[in-house]
């Protein structure tokens, strides 16, 4: 959890990325920034760095070349120690981004590096050092006065309630590559790796939230891939798979095995069906579940909306299921020729 409330920005820069597709290049500023407008500092720079984060996702830095370094971590702990190495170090890190910027799909944009004190990180106090990246322009409406008439023209910028690219990494754990959080609102598919994997280096930090949302993602993917209509599970038993599941992990604190198995799984054949699942899930992925762990009610929330249970009956109806799947009957009709389902309610809301 990130409080930003008293955040400092103790030093700032920002230098433009061209757009390295089209042979833009690196446009570097000569200073860092000299911030005397307060209003600017506490109420605009502050919540367009911070405002994005609105998750417990955080990650660790892993290694990135064969030699077992990571060029961003090590710059960001050289700031760390040496504070006066920071406009060095943003002319590293705009190169080192721009280098990683191979996708044509890439844009350019403004690159800023900030230096943040007063950082509260789940109840600690720790300086940060964001990365950030704007890449879209805005057209807003200006009213301006001119000879007793207000006129109307338009003046392009940056939303600020929209960051496009970002990370801030934390200086606590710097043993596990530090505890970092990371966004990209901009890129979705395959040119979307650069930011997180190609130019930062991360991975997901093994806590609460990891496990939670993997366990969930796991849940998710049985119920695609195998408890499904190909083998014969009817829609109704695979929603209330679903239901069960995002239900045990918003009612209990904690994971267990045995809670799960009984409480979700219920059925033997099912129990080991999900039980080959799980082990190919954990090859697939690369990433080992643990059967002990604090469930994350942050991870829950945040999986929640894929949960849908939507039964959709050609393009005339949408029923939605939240359980008890004993007060759904599914038939068929000789007379119409047609599939019918029978629901059964105590009253009409």
């Known amino acids: ?74 710059i960001a702990a050289n700031v760390f120690n040496n504070p006066s190495a920071f406009y060095d170090a943003s002319l590293q890190l705009a190169n080192i981004l721009y280098e990683k910027s191979n996708h044509p799909k890439i844009k350019g944009g403004e690159f800023y590096l900030a230096l943040f004190r007063n950082c509260v990180v789940d109840g600690e106090v720790v300086d940060g050092l964001g990365i950030f990246k704007s890449e879209n322009k805005e057209t807003f409406l200006k009213v301006y006065l001119k000879d007793q008439n207000f006129e109307l023209g338009t003046q392009e910028g940056i939303n600020i309630r929209k960051l496009d690219k970002g ?18 609102n901009i890129n979705k598919g395959n040119e979307a790796q650069f930011w997180k994997d190609d130019f930062l280096g991360l991975q997901p930090r093994e806590d609460s939230y990891y496990f939670t949302q993997n366990y969930l993602n796991l849940c998710k993917g049985f119920v695609s891939d195998v408890y499904n209509g190909e083998n014969k599970v009817p829609k109704p038993e695979q929603f209330d798979f679903l239901n069960r599941s995002i239900d045990f992990f918003d009612k209990k604190k904690s994971f267990s095995p045995d809670e799960f198995e009984k409480e979700v799984v219920r059925f033997p054949e099912v129990s080991e069906a999900f039980a080959d699942y799980r082990q190919q899930f954990e090859e697939a992925k690369g990433m080992p579940l643990t059967d002990s762990f604090d469930i994350s009610k942050s991870a829950v929330k945040s999986e929640k ?23 759904i009957e599914k038939g068929f009709d000789a007379h119409k020729g047609m599939n019918y389902y029978k629901l059964f309610f105590e009253q009409e809301i």
């Open 167 to 184: 990370c801030i990494i934390f200086n606590t754990e710097s043993e596990i590559g530090y505890k970092v959080v990371m966004v990209d």
């Open 1 to 74: 959890m990130i409080d930003s409330s008293q955040v400092i920005i103790d030093n700032i820069v920002v230098h433009h990325i061209g757009t390295r597709s089209e042979g833009q290049p690196v446009r570097f500023s000569k200073n860092v920034l000299q911030l005397q407008d307060e209003e600017l500092v506490g109420n605009v720079l502050i919540h367009y760095f911070f405002g994005a984060f609105k998750t417990e996702a955080c990650y660790n830095f892993t290694d990135t070349t064969e030699t077992g370094t990571n060029a961003v971590k090590d």
């Open 305 to 327: 909306k894929y949960f849908k249970s939507v039964l959709k009956l050609d393009k005339n109806f949408h029923i939605y299921v939240h359980g008890r799947r004993e007060y």
